[in-house]
């Protein structure tokens, strides 16, 4: 059954009927790799305080390391997505990409050395980067113009779903601990040595749904144009709007692949007006990472700790500003497509600005109490509603058709490289700069992003991926 969108694509017929219902189905479906992507890289969190007595990781390298293992696998798979994307559609690495997610969270569950527990983390961190890479990628190529913006952001909502419900479960299954308990009360207590293997294992359950799931959506249309399987576009398409939309959208697929038809992906990132683009899709990507927000999820622990908190605090806490996330990502859901990308990117650079400057104020005043928790509140709500959804819609639409996979992999590897560089050096910084000058570093960064996005990005509210090929030439 076809159900009529209120709202009609640029450059076609009124009144063109839009399958809302199967089109929001396997976007869903396609976001669920966020979902997963939010539930493993998050529920390190939890179980850092519980896996670190385990392993005895005493320096601020080795819990570094411990943390951020798992990016080396993100960027082998943020790497390999553009050429696996290419040459097997963006339909097939997804299932890999949940089957991976599955045998990786047991592999952590029941591993018993460092050597291994890195070394699933890895695998983990493969899925992750194919997921991260592909999900908003193939939500993209199958949305309608006036609802890419949604359904992109569906992606970032399933990842703070899958961010919440990692902190829902770092916080039901760890047990109540003495204020007074000792390291080795931690080590030998349930959570020290079952509890943080729970928190990795559930999330197999969510990865076999996401697995079975993929096998009912449809391949991109846009991929399978360009491998000259046009009538099966057509029909994907014609399902999602109807005939005159099936037909429309895919006649401007066809003409942008008999104007590009004769340059390859290389040759063509390597043209001066693809290097533009290029460099902005990067800088999005590197800017949603340094502007600092992923310290508070991964070290949730030490930023609340120097707040004033207490370890059975901190965890309710976390799944404060779960909540709050996944509150402001579904307000990003209805503010992407109506006041466009470039104003909330502003937005949230210049909030997270502000914000971070007073809390490196306040730690810089061993400042403790709620007012502590209500300012990384509001540093959550600010990002969540702008450089979270949003860079993951524009660097997923931003791209010509013809080196999308190319440029999307290395937008999402650099992206990966930069959460590398986060997660390994805020211990390092944390120990010789403090909460506070950290804070301000970060404030730093998204103070200069704020001046280079009001420059540089353009608005494609609206625009489909063929027109805003175009703004390019």
Known sequence: ??????????????????????VWTISSVGA????????????????????????????????????????????????????????????????LSALVFSVSSVGVAFTGHLAAF??????????????????????????????????????????????LLAQLAN?????????NATANDILYSWNGQVGWRWMFGVTVIPSVFFLVAMFFVPESPRWLAGKGQMTKAETILTRIGGTAYGHSVSLEIQASLQRDHAKTSL????????????????FLAVLQQWCGINVIFNYAEEVFSAAGYQVSD??????????????????????????????????????????????????????????????????IACYAMSLAPVTWVVISEIFPGRIRSAAVSISVTSLWVACFVLTYTFPLLNDS????????????????????????????????????????D
């Not at 305080?49 to 385990?54: G, L, S, T």
């Not at 695998?123 to 992109?152: N, Q, W």
């Not at 916080?171 to 204020?179: D, K, S, Y």
């Not at 600005?353 to 928790?373: D, E, K, Q, T, W």
């Open 314 to 379: 901190i965890l309710f806490n976390i799944v404060v500003t779960g909540a709050v996330n996944v509150i402001f990502t579904v307000i990003a859901l209805r503010a992407v497509d109506r006041y466009g990308r470039r104003i909330l990117m502003l937005f949230g650079t210049s909030g997270l600005a502000i914000i971070y400057s007073v809390l490196g104020f306040l730690y810089h005043r061993h400042s403790h109490g709620l007012h502590m928790l209500l300012l990384v509140v509001a540093a």
């Open 32 to 95: 669920l790799g966020g979902l997963l992507f939010g539930y493993d890289w998050v529920v390190i969190g939890g179980a850092k305080p519980f896996y670190e007595k385990f392993f005895h990781l005493s320096s601020a390298s080795q819990q570094g390391w411990a943390m951020s293992c798992a990016l080396i696998g993100c960027l082998i798979g943020a790497l390999t997505s553009g050429i696996l994307s290419n040459s097997f559609g963006r339909k097939l690495p997804l299932l």
């Open 267 to 282: 040759r063509s990132l390597l043209e001066k007006k693809m290097l533009r683009v290029l460099g902005l899709g990067v």
């Open 118 to 163: 890195v070394v699933w983390r890895m695998m983990g961190g493969f899925a992750i980067g194919l997921a991260s890479s592909l999900s908003p990628m193939y939500i993209a190529e199958l949305a309608p113009a006036h609802l890419r913006g949604k359904l992109v952001s569906l992606n970032q909502l399933t990842l703070v779903i899958g961010i």
């Open 1 to 22: 059954m076809q159900i009529t969108d209120k709202v009609v694509p640029i450059g076609l017929p009124p009144g063109t009927p839009i399958n809302t219902v199967y």
């Open 433 to 472: 700069l403090g909460a506070s000058g950290t804070f301000w570093i970060y404030a730093g960064i998204c103070a200069l992003g704020f001046i280079y996005l009001a420059i540089r990005q353009p608005e494609t509210k609206g625009k489909s991926l063929e027109s805003i090929e175009r703004m390019w």
């Open 171 to 179: 916080w039901l299954i760890a047990r109540p601990i003495p204020h």
